[in-house]
């Protein structure tokens, strides 16, 4: 079993910064896949990015690139979120997830997920 716990969430203006936290136990991250989604209210859960297990190559959704960084420290086995120019679209509850072996895009893919982490911009 793996259990997933994000942190770092608020509230903040348009423009500001964010770095969401995500800590795995359980199994190895290393073994992993992890990956970040979003549901805003109203709306389908939506990828956000994804880092690969192994070499860590990212994925990330058009509307964040550029802005978003993921990464993790294998080390620590957690994955970090780091949201830069925030913009009230990014609005939503952030949930972490893991898969073994290759990162995916769909949610359905991610068999272990956290409780989530809100994230509130304001224009």
């Known amino acids: 079993q793996v259990q997933l716990v994000e942190s770092g969430g608020g509230s903040v203006q348009a423009g500001d910064s964010l770095r969401l936290s995500c800590a795995a136990s359980g199994r190895p991250a290393v073994m992993m896949s992890m990956a970040w989604f979003r549901q805003a209210p109203g709306k389908e859960r939506e990828f956000v990015s994804a880092i690969n297990w192994g070499t860590p190559t990212t994925d990330y959704v058009d509307s964040v690139k550029g802005r978003f960084t993921m990464s993790r420290d294998s080390a620590k086995s957690t994955v970090y979120l780091q949201m830069n120019s925030l913009e009230p679209e990014d609005t939503g509850i952030y949930y972490c997830?893991?898969?073994?072996?290759?990162?995916?895009?769909?949610?359905?893919?991610?068999?272990?997920w956290g409780q989530g982490t809100q994230v509130t911009v304001s224009s």
């Open positions: 997830a893991a898969k073994m072996e290759g990162k995916k895009r769909s949610w359905s893919e991610y068999p272990y």
